[in-house]
């Protein structure tokens, strides 16, 4: 019986923890699918898709993250070279100035000042207002820079050096950003908008990283843990940005081009370019390139419909761009 209810405890708490996770997945998904609408020029309420879109969604980001993280760490492997190098030396120094008297009683005197300068609640204090303060000034000097992909908007429209949300924004950084980002993405330049990408996610693991330095300060002191507020509020900002920063300029769009046979002939002209953004069982929702509208289908007003090959968005906003 005490085997059976073990068991019965961890399916509990394993079923417990992955609805956790889901839900975390499911939230970022929609984080993800609504950015990349927003982009589009297109509004989420009109499509609907089923919980598992959003979820399998949410864990390519994660793992996007992951590959993100270990790219970025065999590149500067090369850099930890000199601090391995710094590490070896000091360990020799020490067990040098070990072998020495007058070494031995530096040594000493130092151990009596660190645990001195450990215990001293001025000192830890003071560490944590650095700590705010540096942490302000990163916020500030990221923080436009992370959100300039969530404004640039309309790209379906025949957007293709201006992009309409931005055009009169006041602040002329965030607007030249924007502007690069719109290019960027209307040529398909990889490598910008990854490198784009890898500043927003190392800017999350630098804001994480002050959460946990400060909750150390503050474990070390009477500090009341009212401080660590601002840290943990700006980790959800930046923890709530970053799938939307990866909606915007790394999610791929392609969408296939569609041929339909409606019952009344006049519904599309021929000459119409027809690309389908979202279909169910009941509908299609298509984008009409050549009027630049959203175009709702159900399938009862159609006799046929083919679908054929996918195409970038770059491909359809050159379309739109031939065609007055």
């Known amino acids: 019986m005490y085997v059976l209810k073990q068991v019965g405890l961890t399916f509990g708490w394993l079923s417990g923890a992955l609805a956790g996770i889901g839900a975390f997945l499911y939230c970022f998904g929609y984080l993800i699918t609504a950015a990349d609408l927003h982009l589009l020029g297109l509004d989420v309420f009109i499509f609907s898709y089923n919980p598992s879109f959003y979820i399998s969604r949410g864990t390519t980001f994660f793992g996007y993250q992951l590959l993100t993280i270990n790219d970025f760490l065999l590149r500067l492997a090369p850099e930890f070279i000199p601090l391995l190098l710094v590490g070896v030396f000091y360990v020799s120094i020490r ?14 005197r130092c151990r009596r000042w660190r645990p001195h300068l450990g215990t001293s609640v001025r000192f830890w204090k ?19 820079s992370i959100t300039a992909p969530l404004q640039v908007s309309c790209k379906l429209h025949g957007l293709l050096a201006e992009p309409c949300t ?21 040529t398909g330049n990889t490598e910008e908008l990854q490198a784009r990408f890898t500043e927003a996610l190392l800017a999350e693991i630098f804001v994480v990283g002050f959460l946990l330095i400060a909750w ?41 081009s569609i041929r339909l046979v ?18 169910t069982d009941s509908d299609f929702v298509l984008w009409n390139a050549t009027a630049r509208q959203v175009v709702w289908v159900p399938l009862s007003t159609l006799l046929a419909a083919e679908i054929g090959h996918n195409y970038k968005l770059t491909s359809i906003l050159k379309v739109q761009e031939d065609r007055p």
């Open 95 to 108: 067990r040098w100035l070990g072998r020495r008297s007058w070494g031995k009683r530096w040594m000493v």
């Open 126 to 144: 003071t560490a944590a207002i650095l700590l705010l303060f540096f942490l302000v000034i990163y916020l500030i000097n990221i923080l436009e």
């Open 166 to 186: 931005v055009a009169d924004r006041p602040h002329q950084a965030t607007l030249s950003t924007s502007k690069k980002i719109a290019n960027w993405l209307n």
């Open 216 to 256: 150390y300060v503050v474990t070390r002191t009477d500090l009341s843990k009212l401080i660590l507020v601002p840290f943990m509020l700006a980790v959800i900002v930046i923890v709530m940005l970053l799938p939307m920063v990866y909606g915007v300029l790394m999610l791929p769009r392609e969408f296939p």
């Open 262 to 279: 409606p019952k009344d002939q006049a519904l599309f002209a021929q000459s119409a370019h027809l690309y389908l953004l979202h279909k």
